[in-house]
């Protein structure tokens, strides 16, 4: 089955949506974690002054954060845009 023109543009949308969405969540996390913990975002796991806990947890909280937000916007945009396109 070939796509559309239609359909090009809806994937590109809902994949450049969702990327965007996927960095800031990201970037809103790095900086709520720099507030609550006065300390920087543990980015690096290889860094001797991050501990264990600290890269679990950061893996964790991005992790869900990032994903949940990427689903909401998969499903969000994709409803929008079914009814742009084909409206």
């Known amino acids: 089955m070939?796509?559309?023109?239609?359909e090009y543009l809806q994937t590109a949308m809902i994949?450049?949506?969702?990327?965007?969405?996927?960095?800031?969540?990201?970037?809103?996390v790095e900086k709520t974690w720099e507030k609550v913990t006065h300390d920087e975002a543990p980015k690096?796991?290889?860094d001797p002054d991050i501990?264990?806990?600290?890269a679990l947890a950061w893996t964790l909280i991005t992790g869900v954060v990032v994903?949940?937000?990427r689903v909401m916007i998969r499903y969000?945009?994709?409803e929008?845009?079914?009814k742009y396109l084909k409206g």
Do not use: E, H, I, V
Not at 51 to 54: D, N, P
């Open 15 to 28: 994949t450049g949506a969702t990327m965007m969405g996927a960095f800031l969540a990201r970037k809103m």
């Open 76 to 78: 969000s945009m994709k």
């Open 2 to 6: 070939k796509k559309s023109n239609k």
């Open 51 to 54: 501990t264990w806990k600290q």
């Open 80 to 82: 929008g845009t079914d």
């Open 44 to 46: 690096n796991p290889s």
């Open 67 to 69: 994903g949940a937000t």
